[in-house]
């Protein structure tokens, strides 16, 4: 009865290829977000979206393509993959309220571009 | 958003209270204050968050200082299991509600 939950927890793959990491909630969140955690252990929002609008965009390479076929999902498609994309990329869920919800994150996917 | 200030580090024994320290000297008067953790390889986890007023659940105790410029996490019985870097953060929310995160605490109980 996860909460966020992310498939693939690891993701091994060469530069240039395409991959994609998706995201459920189960909560009944209207908002979802992507965050990177790079390795000196900063995490960076990266988009959020609510109810399948995109919201934040932080300024993030046209190559990250966040996608949300309902509000349960948030995906995230990653192009022409470079070494700088190793990280372990968080998704996380916020209720409806006024913006002061706390987010319930997952446990992450640790991509690795070689 | 306000920015904050955190010790990089801290050690606790076991069992006792744990009391992380957050500045947040500019924070204006919408802005709260958030506390998450995180456990090695694990995603972010919130624990509590307040305004003005001191706020307990069952993780910890926030108490904010009357000025609103610091704060302190309690942790009342710290476990082994609470080593985790601690995070405090300062948001307005609002239709751009995200949070960011700093270097945090990175608290270690000791046996």
């Known amino acids: 009865d996860t909460a966020v939950s992310q498939t693939p927890k690891y993701l091994v793959t060469q530069m240039g290829n395409d991959k994609s990491i998706k995201c459920e909630q189960n909560?009944?969140?209207?908002?979802m977000y992507w965050y990177k955690q790079d390795s000196k252990k900063f995490l960076k929002i990266m988009f959020s979206?609510?109810?399948?609008?995109?919201?934040i965009n932080e300024t993030v390479p046209n190559r990250f393509s966040p996608k949300s076929p309902d509000k349960a999902h948030l995906n995230l498609h990653i192009n022409s993959l470079e070494l700088g994309d190793s990280a372990v990329y968080f998704c996380?869920?916020?209720?409806?309220?006024?913006?002061?919800?706390?987010?319930?994150f997952g446990n992450g996917t640790r991509l690795t571009v070689t | 958003d306000a920015k904050t200030t955190q010790p990089p580090s801290m050690d606790c024994a076991e069992g006792r209270a744990a009391n992380l320290p957050c500045n947040h000297s500019?924070?204006?008067?919408?802005?709260?204050v958030y506390w998450y953790r995180q456990i090695h390889s694990q995603g972010p986890q919130y624990i509590i968050h307040?305004?003005?007023n001191n706020e307990t659940n069952e993780m910890a105790s926030l108490i904010i200082t009357e000025d609103r410029k610091s704060s302190t996490l309690i942790l009342p019985h710290a476990t082994l299991r609470d080593t985790a870097v601690y995070y405090c953060?300062?948001?307005?929310?609002?239709?751009?509600?995200?949070?960011?995160f700093g270097k945090g605490t990175l608290l270690t109980v000791n046996p």
């Open positions: 996380a869920s916020s209720p409806p309220g006024t913006g002061y919800s706390p987010l319930h």
């Open positions: 307040g305004l003005k």
């Open positions: 500019t924070i204006s008067g919408n802005e709260y």
């Open positions: 909560l009944g969140h209207d908002t």
């Open positions: 979206y609510n109810n399948k609008e995109l919201i």
């Open positions: 953060i300062v948001n307005s929310g609002g239709s751009n509600y995200k949070l960011t």
